[in-house]
């Protein structure tokens, strides 16, 4: 018995745990699902887990609505976490606004350590510092060199620092960098780098508020969260020197490491931007947002009418390629494929038109039926039966990009044509067409089985009776029917238009072309 609990230990202490931890400060950016995303399909590619955490210690930056949107949007791809705050977990609360007693408890721990040292310069003291700088040409850095002139415990003495203390002299925790270390860092993804720490400054790891800052907090839960590999965008690079000091000065076993590289604009230069996406048209948010100060709704991929599936197959591909350089894969097919060695260094390039190919495609592995439910749950107006609109969906899906084309480019199925393409007018009507119209809509009146082959044959032997081309008489039924020389066959549109609505549109025509 003894012996299979330490197998179980073993296996705990080894399995593979991926967090995927935003701050609530907004709507989840691309960028964001696409970290989500990677964490979640590493995770479950090493039979490990993946967890959501809530970084909301900025309480200035905090928006509300933001956490409720990342969980929604994250359920909508599908990427579902084991443990999260909603969800819960062993590792719980997974909010950091809700692990104070956890900090404080580490925060005592680094202070009795050489790797931190409580400051009492205020914001304004070190505005005028930065100013005094900035007037020389410099900038200013809180660092190994600095530290020993400011208002600190290092450059203080221990009775001018009980003073403050006894004071109740607000303070905070900084990191001591240690003189002129160069740090091996590895990065799963960019390989072995390193960094000198003089180039590192003395980051604040508690406010005066006694709250962590992300650096702190984030480091103290990936260890209690006994999280083995951390994926997160590039933008954090910079900071791994100080985490792995950090957990150096906790005495812990950091985890490995990746950073992925930018989405980039279309154009290709450049991080892709929420106002790229107003420019150029196209989501950067997964779901619409409505921002709760100002009103303002960013689109979302979902309201545009993208298919979950379609959009994280987009991302997905945004810097990763899976074997054979297969471009349709389902969640299930790109976790069984993900390898981190195999995402790209270099930042990928956003394209809309590729997002909107993805979803083409995935429209047409939907079923019609699929696609039917699809529509009747959007707020179109559907005037159609079941069973009508289930052949619209048979024949106008091949052309849609998105759900609602199958009705926008169908709309002649739901009502008859109000105006009459010029253009297509010139081209299909000429002075015999009304006649030969009026002569086929009499013969349409009697077909009794209405179907599309039965319509079909009875235009082939019309047109031959009349001894004129089929054009003659097809081009006009179209543009009767339609408005233009757009859409599916014809003898399917008359079909599903019906017979006295088809004779109907096709009288509508002779009168507007007397
Ligand atoms: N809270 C950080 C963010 O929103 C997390 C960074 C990390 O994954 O370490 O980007």
Redesign the pocket.
């Known amino acids: 018995m003894k012996c299979l609990n330490l197998h179980l230990n073993f296996k705990e202490m080894n399995k593979v745990r991926v967090?995927?931890?935003?701050?609530p400060?907004g709507p989840l950016h691309l960028g964001?699902v696409r970290?989500a995303l990677y964490d979640y399909l590493f995770a479950k590619n090493q039979d490990g887990e993946f967890v959501l955490r809530i970084?909301d210690t900025d309480t200035a930056r905090y928006v509300e609505g933001a956490e409720d949107y990342i969980e929604e949007a994250l359920e909508w791809c599908g990427i579902i976490p084991d443990e999260s705050p909603k969800k819960g977990g062993k590792f719980a609360p997974y909010r950091q606004s809700e692990r104070r007693d956890i900090y404080d408890r580490y925060t005592e721990q680094i202070l009795k350590t050489d790797y931190a040292y409580i400051a009492f310069d205020t914001a304004e003291e070190l505005d005028a510092i930065r100013a005094e700088y900035e007037a020389k040409g410099d900038v200013f850095s809180y660092n190994n060199i600095s530290r020993n002139r400011l208002k600190n415990s290092i450059a203080l003495s221990e009775e001018e620092v009980q003073k403050l203390l006894d004071e109740k002299t607000p303070y905070v925790v900084r990191f001591k960098m240690p003189v002129d270390r160069t740090l091996g860092l590895v990065d799963i993804i960019r390989g072995n780098f390193a960094v000198n720490t003089n180039t590192l400054d003395d980051k604040v790891l508690v406010k005066n508020d006694g709250m962590p800052t992300?650096h702190f907090a984030?480091i103290i839960d990936?260890n209690e969260m006994e999280i083995s590999h951390?994926?997160?965008?590039e933008?954090?690079l910079p900071?791994l020197g100080l985490h792995i000091l950090l957990y150096e000065a906790m005495g812990w076993e950091a985890p490995q490491f990746a950073h992925l590289s930018l989405i980039l604009k279309p154009e290709g230069k450049g991080k892709l931007s929420k106002r790229d996406g107003d420019k150029f048209g196209f989501p950067v948010f997964p779901l619409n947002f409505t921002d709760p100060v100002t009103g303002n709704i960013s689109k979302g991929y979902r309201e545009e009418g993208y298919l979950p599936e379609a959009f994280i197959n987009m991302v997905a591909l945004l810097g990763w390629s899976p074997a054979d350089d297969k471009e349709i894969l389902s969640l299930d097919e790109m976790t069984k494929e993900f390898d981190l060695n195999k995402v790209h260094k270099a930042g990928a390039r956003f394209s809309k038109e590729k997002a909107e190919w993805f979803n083409h495609q995935y429209i047409q592995l939907k079923s019609d039926e699929e696609l039917l439910q699809i529509l009747k749950n959007s707020d179109l107006n559907l005037t159609l039966s079941d069973e009508k609109l289930l052949k619209v969906v048979h024949l106008m899906k091949e052309r849609a990009t998105f759900p609602k084309d199958i009705y926008e480019n169908g709309k002649f199925f739901f009502e008859a044509p109000s105006s009459y393409d010029e253009k297509a007018s010139k081209k299909a009507w000429n002075d015999e067409t009304s006649n030969l119209l009026t002569e086929f809509s009499v013969m349409l009146s009697e077909i009794e089985a209405f179907t599309s082959e039965n319509i079909k044959q009875n235009l082939h032997d019309f047109a031959e009776n009349k001894g004129v081309g089929m054009g003659k008489v097809m081009m006009p039924l179209r543009l009767a029917l339609v408005g233009e020389l757009k859409g599916p066959d014809v003898p399917d549109i008359v079909e599903l238009v019906g017979k006295e609505e088809s004779i109907a549109r096709i009288n509508n025509a002779i009168n507007n072309f007397k």
């Open positions: 967090r995927f931890a935003p701050s400060t964001g970290t970084e992300y984030n990936d951390v994926i997160r965008g933008e954090w900071s």
